[in-house]
């Protein structure tokens, strides 16, 4: 195959019949399936020392599904699809950013003299006002 034909079937893979598929239709109800499609190629050619000549190439194509458009008479409707791997990337990645936070609160709160000797400090403050009120 060479580059012509490889960037053709790029162009027949990324069409827009890919994004939409084919609509279901169900009593009164048409359903339209969408997809996210992204892709990418390359190619080249050249003659090595000895003047043979020779093109290569290559192209990936990524589809993965987004929701569908529900038609019900004169209503349309948007269903997204869940993507349960994305929601928990999502959730780890909060849960691990709330962690650093919160570790940097009580660090922060940590510096300077420890609890117990703001209380002790406190404590004879307290103790040395009722002595002069006294």
């Given at each position: 195959?060479?580059?012509?034909?490889?960037?053709?079937?790029?162009?027949?893979?990324?069409?827009?019949?890919?994004?939409?598929?084919?609509?279901?239709?169900?009593?009164?109800?048409?359903?339209?399936?969408?997809?996210?499609?992204?892709?990418?190629?390359?190619?080249g050619?050249?003659?090595?020392?000895?003047g043979?000549?020779?093109?290569?190439?290559?192209?990936?194509?990524?589809?993965?599904?987004?929701?569908?458009?529900?038609?019900?008479?004169?209503?349309?409707?948007?269903?997204?699809a869940?993507?349960?791997?994305?929601?928990?990337?999502?959730?780890?990645?909060?849960?691990?950013?709330?962690?650093?936070?919160?570790?940097?609160?009580?660090?922060?709160?940590?510096?300077?003299?420890?609890?117990?000797?703001?209380?002790?400090?406190?404590?004879?403050?307290?103790?040395?006002?009722?002595?002069?009120?006294?």
């Amino acid at each position: 195959m060479n580059v012509d034909e490889m960037m053709q079937g790029v162009r027949d893979a990324l069409t827009v019949r890919r994004v939409f598929g084919e609509p279901i239709e169900r009593g009164d109800r048409t359903v339209v399936p969408v997809a996210k499609v992204y892709g990418s190629a390359g190619g080249g050619g050249g003659k090595n020392a000895r003047g043979d000549d020779g093109e290569g190439g290559g192209f990936a194509v990524h589809a993965r599904p987004v929701g569908v458009y529900v038609v019900t008479g004169s209503q349309v409707r948007w269903i997204p699809a869940v993507d349960p791997v994305r929601i928990m990337a999502v959730a780890g990645l909060t849960s691990v950013g709330m962690l650093v936070a919160i570790g940097r609160i009580v660090r922060s709160a940590n510096v300077g003299p420890s609890r117990s000797a703001r209380a002790a400090a406190l404590l004879r403050a307290a103790a040395k006002a009722r002595a002069a009120r006294r």
